[in-house]
């Protein structure tokens, strides 16, 4: 970091803990996916198609 940029190590964050654990409840979370969830796990939001309108996508993130 002697550049002054902020990296993910930098900042406290093990990227092959986070895809370690991902790829540990993969499978269970695309388990619970219905016909109305658009994309996969491990976006940075959710996206779930709403009935009884036009095209609406409802769009979820924590």
């Known amino acids: 970091m002697s550049d002054g940029s902020l990296t993910y190590r ?3 964050v093990d ?3 986070v895809a370690a654990a991902l790829d ?3 499978e ?3 388990g619970t996916f ?8 491990g976006h940075f ?3 779930f198609r709403l ?3 036009r095209d609406p ?3 979820s993130s924590i």
């Open 10 to 12: 930098a900042s406290g």
């Open 34 to 41: 219905t016909t109305q969830v658009l994309g996969d796990v």
């Open 45 to 47: 939001a959710g996206l």
């Open 15 to 17: 990227r092959a803990a």
């Open 28 to 30: 269970r979370i695309r």
């Open 57 to 59: 996508v409802l769009v």
């Open 51 to 53: 009935g009884g309108f």
């Open 24 to 26: 540990a409840v993969h």
